[in-house]
């Protein structure tokens, strides 16, 4: 057995809510609830959130346009379908966030709002996303992880179980959606799927160019580089399709209703797969860092008018 492939492999928020007060012994409680404490040191922008540097106003049409709606939309104030186009809608959703947060109230993105939008952490940060309700290019791209080649590269997942599509934005914000859209799967089902292979952070034990974290999650020895010491490498026998433990090839069979899925293993720690309905085959996603190199390694170039034919 040979193989004509090397891979390199590479090893690789929700705040505390502040303690409610107590409620002293001559006062009523209030009405509405208290506004906290501003933090006595300053905030910094969660490692997930989109930074938010432009003005933005009614009638302006571009990316930042979109990542204010999808803020407002995670925030319960923008009712409408994030298009990237500031109009109405978003123009109140904006006035309704600077109210909250006792700005002047404006309608325009200006530098205090802008301070606020990046030193608070939003709701659901990272779970950002847009209803798909192009029929014709969601059932062409269910499942596939489209990039904006033509803006700044940014990546979503479009998941075939709800029509929508989710930015991918940080790495954070990757892993989070890789976590929250897994479907529970057991070992034998996911067995019978072929494994690829991607760049990979963390340890390296036994230097095989597999990571410890996915030698523990497929079952292979982490200190051997060979597990079943049959001569041949566990990432060579992974690379040709034969089994790292023992005789044989995998038995893999092509399940078309797995392509674009995210499955979690059960029965193991939780660990979590994508499917590439490219190639059928699961690639590993270990940690934050390689949730978001895998997604845009296998991500497919998407055009500005394409994508926005897609909402």
Request: aromatic share 6%; charged share 25%.
């Given at each position: 057995?040979?193989?004509?492939?090397?891979?390199?492999?590479?090893?690789?928020?929700?705040?505390?809510?502040?303690?409610?007060?107590?409620?002293?012994?001559?006062?009523?409680?209030?009405?509405?609830?208290?506004?906290?404490?501003?933090?006595?040191?300053?905030a910094?922008?969660?490692?997930?959130q989109?930074?938010?540097?432009?003005?933005?106003?009614?009638?302006?049409?571009?990316?930042?346009?979109?990542?204010?709606?999808?803020?407002?939309?995670?925030?319960?104030?923008?009712?409408?379908?994030?298009?990237?186009?500031?109009g109405?809608?978003?123009?109140?959703?904006?006035?309704?966030?600077?109210?909250?947060?006792?700005?002047?109230?404006?309608?325009?993105?200006?530098?205090?709002?802008?301070?606020?939008?990046?030193?608070?952490?939003?709701?659901n940060?990272?779970?950002?996303?847009?209803?798909v309700?192009?029929?014709?290019?969601?059932?062409?791209?269910?499942?596939?992880?489209?990039?904006?080649?033509?803006?700044?590269?940014?990546?979503?997942?479009?998941?075939?179980?709800?029509?929508?599509?989710?930015?991918?934005?940080?790495?954070?914000?990757?892993?989070?959606?890789?976590?929250?859209?897994?479907?529970?799967?057991?070992?034998?089902?996911?067995n019978?799927?072929?494994?690829?292979l991607?760049?990979?952070?963390?340890?390296?034990?036994?230097?095989?160019?597999?990571?410890?974290?996915?030698?523990?999650?497929?079952?292979?020895?982490?200190?051997?580089?060979?597990?079943?010491g049959?001569?041949?490498?566990?990432?060579?026998?992974?690379?040709?399709?034969?089994n790292?433990?023992?005789?044989?090839n995998?038995?893999?069979?092509?399940i078309?209703?797995?392509?674009?899925?995210?499955?979690?293993?059960?029965?193991?720690?939780?660990?979590?797969?994508y499917?590439?309905?490219?190639d059928?085959?699961?690639?590993?996603?270990?940690?934050?860092?390689?949730?978001?190199?895998?997604m845009?390694k296998?991500?497919?170039?998407?055009?500005?008018?394409?994508?926005?034919?897609?909402?």
């Amino acid at each position: 057995m040979t193989s004509d492939q090397q891979i390199a492999v590479q090893k690789a928020c929700q705040p505390a809510i502040p303690a409610t007060p107590a409620t002293p012994a001559t006062s009523t409680t209030p009405s509405t609830p208290a506004v906290p404490a501003t933090p006595a040191t300053p905030a910094v922008p969660a490692a997930s959130q989109f930074i938010f540097t432009k003005k933005l106003e009614y009638g302006m049409k571009n990316d930042d346009v979109l990542q204010l709606q999808l803020r407002m939309e995670a925030e319960k104030l923008l009712t409408a379908t994030p298009n990237g186009y500031f109009g109405n809608g978003t123009l109140q959703a904006v006035k309704d966030f600077q109210k909250k947060n006792n700005l002047n109230v404006t309608g325009v993105v200006d530098a205090a709002t802008m301070e606020k939008l990046n030193t608070t952490i939003p709701p659901n940060a990272g779970m950002a996303s847009i209803a798909v309700i192009n029929d014709a290019l969601y059932l062409k791209l269910k499942g596939r992880i489209i990039l904006k080649v033509e803006a700044k590269g940014e990546a979503y997942y479009i998941n075939p179980s709800d029509k929508r599509m989710y930015s991918l934005g940080r790495p954070d914000d990757a892993f989070k959606v890789m976590r929250e859209k897994g479907i529970g799967i057991t070992n034998a089902i996911l067995n019978k799927i072929q494994i690829g292979l991607s760049d990979l952070s963390g340890a390296d034990t036994d230097g095989d160019g597999l990571s410890d974290l996915l030698e523990t999650a497929i079952g292979t020895d982490l200190n051997k580089a060979d597990t079943d010491g049959d001569g041949f490498g566990d990432k060579e026998e992974l690379i040709n399709g034969f089994n790292p433990k023992g005789t044989g090839n995998i038995s893999t069979q092509i399940i078309p209703s797995y392509a674009g899925k995210i499955f979690l293993q059960v029965e193991g720690k939780g660990e979590a797969w994508y499917v590439n309905p490219v190639d059928n085959k699961r690639y590993f996603l270990g940690r934050p860092a390689d949730a978001f190199n895998v997604m845009r390694k296998l991500g497919l170039g998407i055009a500005n008018k394409d994508f926005d034919r897609m909402k």
